[in-house]
C-alpha cells in the first residue's frame, strides 16, 4: 500500500518520515524568499524554514519520548505541510498517563521559547511584520521565539485530537468512559474546527481555514478508532476465526483462485498454503487486475506470480485490537491464524466490527440476568 512518505532517519531509535506533499513548503518559501531578496533571501527563508520543523520534531518527541516512559513505543513521526504527527503503536490505558503524554508537547515549545528569550530582541506587534523574510540568524531567532510560543498556544486550543484537546479528553476521562469522554471531545472539537474553517473561508484564508478542516476530519477519524478499540477490547481473535482454509497451494492456476471466489458467499482475499502453512495472500483486487493485464489465460498463470509473500499472521489468543495497532503501511484485509504453529483458521478484517458489535450486546443482554439471579438469592 502507498504511504506517500519517505523515510529519512531515526532519533531516539524512532523513525522519522517525511509525507511528499511537504515538497510544498520548500517551494514556496524559496520562492518567497527569492521574490523580496533574490538568492540570499530564497536561503534564509529555507533556513527558517529546516528551524521550524526541527521545533515540530522537537514537540513530537516531547510526546513520545514521555509515551516510551509508560511503555508505549513510537512507531513514526511523519511530518506534513500542516505540521507533524507522533504515531504510537496503542494507545494510554490511563487518564493520567494520556495527560501526561500530551501536555510534554507544549512544554517542549515553551522551554524551547525561554532557552530562546536570552538572545532575541525584544519583539512588538509593529516590527512583527519585518520579520516574515528573515534576513539574518537574529530574524530566525526573533521568529523561532514567536514561533515557539505561537505553536504551544495554538496546539492547547480544546480542539480534538490537538493537544489541547486531548487534555480535555484525558480530563473528562477521569469521570466517565474514555469512549464517551472521546465523543465530548471530538464533538466539540468538531465543532469548534468546523466554525473556525468557515470563519477562515469568509476571510479567503485558504491555508487556516484547510488546516482546520483537516483537523475535523481528523478528530471525527479518532473517534471512530477509540470506538473500535473500546468494542474490540478484551476479546480474543479465536472467536472471530473461520476455520474453513480453501486449499489452493502457489502452483495452482488463477483460473482455479476465481473458482474458489466464485463459491463464497462473501468474497475475501484468499489464503495460499502450503505443507499445512500460509506462504502467501491472493488479494481480490490482484487478482483482477492480472486478470485484466494477462496475456495469457489464467489457467496458464500460476497463483505464485500474483500473491503477496509479504503478510502478517495472528496467533489465537492473541488480543483483538491488535488489529488496531498496525502499521498502516502493512495492514492487510485477511490474517492466516495460527495456535502457536499450527494454521487453525483465517480471520477477515472486514466483518470483524459488526460480529463484535454484536457480541458486546450480548454480553450487556446477559448481564442484568446475572446479576438479577444473583440480588434473589441474597
Known amino acids: 500500500m502507498l504511504d506517500w512518505s519517505i523515510s529519512l532517519f531515526r532519533v531516539f531509535g524512532i523513525r522519522l518520515e517525511l509525507h511528499l506533499s511537504f515538497a510544498i513548503l520548500p517551494a514556496y518559501f524559496g520562492y518567497q524568499g527569492l521574490k523580496h531578496a533574490g538568492t540570499t533571501g530564497a536561503l534564509w527563508s529555507l533556513a527558517f524554514l529546516c528551524v521550524v520543523f526541527a521545533c515540530v520534531v522537537l514537540h513530537e518527541l516531547g510526546h513520545s519520548l514521555t ?14 505541510p500542516i505540521g507533524g504527527m507522533a504515531q504510537f503503536e496503542s494507545l494510554p490505558d490511563k487518564p493520567r498517563t494520556e495527560l501526561l503524554i500530551t501536555i510534554a508537547g507544549p512544554l517542549v515549545n515553551f522551554a524551547l521559547a525561554l532557552l530562546l528569550l536570552p538572545f532575541c530582541e525584544p519583539v512588538t506587534l509593529a516590527n512583527v511584520e519585518g520579520l516574515a523574510l528573515p534576513m539574518s540568524l537574529s530574524d ?11 505553536m504551544g498556544l495554538f496546539n492547547l486550543l480544546p480542539v480534538f485530537p490537538m493537544d489541547g484537546g486531548r487534555i480535555l479528553r484525558s480530563t473528562l476521562s477521569f ?24 470563519l477562515f473561508l469568509l476571510n479567503f484564508q485558504l491555508l487556516p481555514a484547510a488546516l ?9 477519524t479518532e473517534y471512530k478508532v477509540t470506538r473500535q478499540f473500546e468494542l474490540f ?21 488463477l483460473a482455479d483462485a476465481a473458482r474458489v471466489l466464485g463459491a463464497m458467499p462473501y468474497p475475501r482475499d484468499l489464503i495460499i498454503t502450503d505443507s499445512g502453512h500460509a506462504v502467501g495472500i491472493l488479494e481480490i483486487a490482484k487478482l483482477e487486475k492480472t486478470a485484466e493485464r494477462a496475456k495469457r489465460p489464467l489457467t496458464d498463470t500460476p497463483i505464485a506470480a500474483a500473491m503477496n509473500r509479504a503478510f502478517l499472521t495472528l496467533q489465537s489468543a492473541d488480543p483483538l485490537d491488535t488489529l488496531l495497532t498496525l502499521p498502516k503501511s502493512k495492514r492487510q484485509q485477511t490474517f492466516p491464524v495460527y ?3 499450527r494454521l487453525v483458521g483465517i480471520l477477515d478484517a472486514r466483518s470483524i466490527e459488526p460480529r463484535a458489535y454484536w457480541e458486546r450486546q450480548a454480553a450487556k443482554n446477559r448481564a442484568p440476568e446475572i446479576s438479577t439471579e444473583s440480588c434473589d438469592t441474597t
Request: aromatic share 14%.
Open 233 to 253: 477490547r478484551e476479546l480474543p481473535v479465536a472467536r472471530f476465526v473461520d476455520g474453513n482454509i480453501e486449499q489452493l497451494s502457489p502452483d495452482q492456476s
Open 339 to 341: 495456535e502457536y504453529a
Open 140 to 150: 530566525i531567532l526573533n521568529l523561532a521565539l514567536i514561533f515557539n510560543l505561537s
Open 212 to 220: 482546520f478542516l483537516f483537523i475535523f476530519y481528523a478528530g471525527e
Open 175 to 198: 469521570f466517565m468512559r474514555p469512549l464517551k469522554a472521546t465523543y465530548i471531545a471530538s464533538k466539540l472539537g468538531g465543532f469548534l474546527a468546523g466554525f473556525l474553517a468557515i
Open 67 to 80: 509515551a516510551r516512559q509508560f511503555g508505549i513505543r513510537t512507531q513514526r513521526i511523519l511530518l506534513m
